[in-house]
């Protein structure tokens, strides 16, 4: 927070406006993906997500000011929100129970090792 403070030349408290704009987006729009999920299809809504989320990381990579990056953020919690509780649903809907257990360890794997590769890639 203290870089992105001292980038932005704003208050620490500012700063912080783009952890709590994530977290509330991604809570608030699992709600939205689930319905969203059984009615177009889990695995079409994840993908389309997937897509809106890179575009919202790619607006938070060419942010010139905090408030294009609070929105920016907003839209990347936002679709963060449709892909991996949509993953989950869907091997409850797909994997028969003797294998589901595997199947979501290799999920939970997939999701640990694609945040360490994105922190390490940004």
């Known amino acids: 927070m203290?870089?992105?403070a001292a980038d932005?030349?704003?208050t620490l408290g500012q700063a912080a406006r783009v952890i709590l704009v994530?977290?509330?987006a991604?809570?608030?729009f699992q709600l939205v993906f689930g319905p969203l999920g059984d009615?177009?299809?889990k695995a079409r809504v994840?993908?389309?997500c997937a897509l809106a989320g890179?575009?919202?990381n790619g607006m938070a990579f060419l942010s010139p000011d905090l408030d294009w990056l609070v929105a920016a953020r907003i839209v990347s919690g936002a679709f963060a929100a449709g892909i991996f509780p949509l993953a989950?649903?869907?091997l409850g809907d797909n994997v028969p129970y003797e294998s589901r257990q595997a199947a979501l360890a290799r999920l939970v794997s997939a999701g640990v090792m694609g945040m360490l590769g994105g922190q390490w890639l940004s």
Do not use: C, K, N, Q
């Open 2 to 4: 203290p870089a992105l």
């Open 8 to 10: 932005f030349s704003v």
């Open 22 to 24: 994530f977290g509330v």
């Open 26 to 28: 991604y809570g608030i």
């Open 39 to 41: 009615r177009f299809g």
């Open 46 to 48: 994840i993908a389309l």
């Open 54 to 56: 890179v575009i919202g």
């Open 88 to 90: 989950m649903a869907w």
